[in-house]
């Protein structure tokens, strides 16, 4: 992946989105002989849409005009783009910026199948001018036949056969991650492995030999694999610091029409007596949902192991005062939850103008109490929710429902939404290596801490700090400011050559580091009572522009200029680019973020060489 942009524009305001084109303006051809969607029909479908959706219809009328620039632009610029003659394009998500700037996410198809790793994004100027793409792959997309020799039950069987599960979905694709294109199954297996490390998986199985070419699992805990591992062995139990126990008092509700928003209480196991907004349903009777955000709701897992957030019971109650500040009660563990998803759809919406984790207007949804002895917090792209498990009753004796962790993993929904980086192996424990990663685990280390900081909770003071709730030894579960104090994951300060196979929540320290750097500077300080002290890796100091700035600008790294297998080097390029949106080029936040990734010794002198072709 490279960003090729041929021209570069100052810009003066940060970004804020629209909602994705993808479900108006469908499948957009890339064949020159295949009928392309007219400007006509992409703006009826825009207006059609548009009864349906809060976005107005001249939003999604410039998003259908958008897609149609930037599709006409892909194929103007194959050479560039590498989108070939057999290929299609649909579109993911569109984004325009307040500038005018223009950027298309697409995935593809070839001769009709969908592409694994050939995702991209083509970005256009104010006028709908080509200016660059954002490629997940360099090579091009081709294999010798669609033509499968096995059939979908066949590959089904294999799938579910190497992780021990059942399975659910299988499609034809063409996987276009190695150099060397295959025809294959991609095969969703649910009901496999140990709850707590997740349940379902991706199962790419070659649709001509029957071998199985990747498993990635969809769900990625906050505790990995290898964590629970290591504390289980050394016989190591969390004790979390807990919020105040006090019980709010009850809010006298008014008005019978329902359902109707109403105002709440609840004592949360960490986060202290807080308040809830709630849909009154009759004149004594609650359910745990905020209409105001989206309709975002938590419900009860009731221990099982539920791939379906319909699935879940409502949490009720009469006099809407929920929980006890104790994991006695079964509605304290969703105070947590439900003020996590609603504090973490809060600070997207006001700090990037994102409505929902997917752009799409929706609240986050979660549950908790799921699965048996389950001491992990997830999200799940399956269930499109937060999986909340009580503890496995060994090293985490409470439901990981703090804040920081369900900001983490909402973010792992929003950049599922977006770049959705992959790892780039996966081992047989589950444990996931290799940058982009590293990643995925990073922005949403970074996003989860910007969720505390906005929400400002004094049972839960904002920090650099990851998990410092789940009552850890080490006292935080990882840390920005100097990443390798997390002992535990043996997490890294700096970026060297085995960053391209390393753990991905160990690698992860380097782009947090970045950002901590960039937005507060090295060297020792003190911010909210805590004390940091941020080394550089040639010793050089960095200052700091804010976290304010800093977070719009890795932000829209992740949202224009990243994509699935986006690497440290390319992320640097990405931020570079974003700063550069905007700020200017010449900017000093520019020349900041330079230096934060030169601090942890991602340069552009040091970027990697392309390697061998890789083979199967």
């Known amino acids: 992946m490279r960003t090729t942009p041929t021209t570069r524009r100052r810009i003066l305001i940060a970004a804020a989105t629209v909602v994705a084109a993808a479900t108006m303006a469908g499948t957009a051809s890339a064949t020159p002989s295949q009928p ?83 995702d991209l994004v083509v970005h256009l100027d104010a006028k709908k001018n080509y200016l660059g793409v954002t490629r997940a792959i360099k090579h091009r997309v081709a294999v010798p036949s669609v033509a499968p020799k096995l059939t979908a039950p066949q590959a089904a069987a294999e799938a579910a056969k190497s992780v021990d599960g059942k399975a659910a979905k299988t499609e034809l694709v063409v996987d276009a991650r190695s150099t060397e294109p295959v025809l294959a199954y991609r095969v969703t297996v649910t009901g496999s492995g140990k709850a707590e490390t997740g349940v379902s998986h991706s199962v790419v199985v ?19 694999p290898r964590l629970k591992a290591r504390l289980r062995s050394e016989g190591k139990e969390a004790k979390p610091r807990t919020g105040a126990k006090a019980t709010p008092p009850a809010k006298a509700q008014s008005g019978t029409q329902f359902p109707a928003q109403a105002s709440g209480t609840g004592a949360s196991l960490f986060a202290g007596s807080i308040p809830l907004t709630t849909t009154q349903t009759a004149k004594d009777s609650f359910v745990l949902k905020d209409l105001s955000r989206g309709g975002g709701e938590t419900r009860d897992a009731q221990s099982k192991e539920l791939d379906s957030f319909a699935a879940g019971k409502a949490f009720t109650d009469a006099d809407n005062r929920w929980g006890n500040g104790t994991a006695t009660d ?37 549950l908790v ?101 789940l009552g850890l030894e080490q006292k935080f579960l990882r840390r920005m400011d100097k990443p390798s104090l997390d002992v535990l994951e043996g997490t890294v300060d700096y970026w060297d050559a085995g960053s391209y196979d390393r753990e991905v929540h160990a690698g992860s320290g380097v782009s947090s580091h970045a950002f901590y750097l960039l937005a507060e500077g090295s060297g020792k300080k003190t911010i909210g009572g805590v004390e940091y002290d941020s080394p550089t890796y040639d010793g050089k100091a960095v200052t700091g522009i804010g976290r304010e700035k800093a977070q719009q600008i890795f932000y829209r790294a992740l949202t224009r200029y990243m994509v699935s297998t986006t690497d440290f080097h390319e992320a640097r390029t990405a931020t570079l ?4 949106d905007i700020h200017g080029e010449n900017s000093a936040e520019c020349k900041a973020v330079d230096a934060a990734w030169a601090a942890v010794n991602v340069t552009a002198a040091n970027t990697p060489k392309e390697g061998p072709a890789v083979k199967r």
Request: net charge negative; glycine share 12%; proline share 4%.
């Open 206 to 224: 070659d649709a001509g030999s029957g071998k199985v070419i990747s498993s990635t699992p969809l769900s990625d805990g906050i505790i990995s």
């Open 369 to 469: 109490h799921f699965g048996d002895k389950v001491g992990n917090a997830f999200w799940s792209p399956e269930c499109g929710c937060m999986l909340y498990g009580d503890g496995d009753g060994e090293t985490f004796k409470q439901p990981l429902v703090a804040l920081d962790v369900t900001g983490h993993e909402l973010s792992h929904g929003v950049i599922e939404a977006t770049a959705d980086f992959q790892p780039t192996r996966v081992d047989a424990r589950q444990n996931q290596f290799g940058e982009a990663g590293a990643l995925n685990e990073s922005l949403a280390d970074i996003f989860g801490a910007g969720v505390e900081f906005r929400t400002n909770n004094g049972g839960n003071p904002p920090n650099y700090l990851l998990g410092e709730k």
């Open 36 to 118: 392309v969607d007219t400007a006509d029909s992409l703006r009826d479908r825009a207006r059609a849409a548009a009864a349906d959706s809060s976005v107005g219809a001249a939003a999604l009328a410039a998003n259908a005009e958008t897609v149609k620039a930037a599709t006409a632009a892909a194929l103007a610029h194959a050479d560039a783009t590498g989108v070939g003659k057999n290929e299609t394009l649909r579109v993911k998500d569109t984004l325009i910026d307040p500038e005018g700037k223009r950027h298309v996410r697409f995935i593809r198809a070839y001769q009709g199948v969908p592409v694994v790793g050939g």
């Open 330 to 366: 079964n509605a304290t563990a969703a105070v947590d939850a439900q003020f996590g998803i609603t504090s973490t759809y809060d600070y997207y919406k006001a700090t990037f103008g994102r409505n929902g984790i997917k752009n799409d207007g929706t609240g986050p949804r979660a």
């Open 577 to 580: 680019q974003a700063a550069a």
